[in-house]
């Protein structure tokens, strides 16, 4: 069993930033962010392996965010930069224990998850 601890997040003006923190209590593999607007599909932000070697992002991203972890702190970032409104929503870090072959922007590839975190940017 691994718990998920999300932190950071909050309200800024559009063109801020942000940093979104998700501690895990234990060891993890792939780790990922999603995000869940009300109204719409889940949608995947951004993944990292473990060693952080293999990092992807969804379409919207653009450059925008950055993905890393610090593995001595079992800790997940998300380093979000020229935040729009459109990037309003709460936001969930995942993460697999074991590879179950789905693809890393699949929901169903992560056994756990955090509590989420709301993100609002206003204008």
């Known amino acids: 069993q691994v718990h998920l601890v999300q932190s950071g997040g909050g309200s800024v003006q559009v063109g801020g930033s942000l940093r979104l923190s998700c501690a895990a209590s234990?060891?993890?593999?792939?780790m990922a962010w999603f995000r869940h607007t009300p109204g719409k599909q889940r949608e995947f932000v951004a993944f990292s392996s473990r060693t952080g070697g293999s990092v992807y992002y969804g379409y919207f991203v653009k450059g925008r965010f950055t993905i890393s972890r610090d593995n001595t702190k079992n800790t997940l970032y998300l380093q979000m930069n020229s935040l729009g409104p459109e990037d309003t929503s709460v936001y969930y870090c995942?993460?697999?224990?074991?590879?179950?072959?789905?693809?890393?922007?699949?929901?169903?590839?992560?056994?756990?998850w955090g509590q989420g975190t709301q993100v609002t940017v206003s204008s």
């Open positions: 234990g060891y993890t593999l792939g």
């Open positions: 995942a993460a697999e224990v074991s590879n179950n072959g789905a693809s890393y922007n699949n929901a169903l590839r992560y056994e756990y």
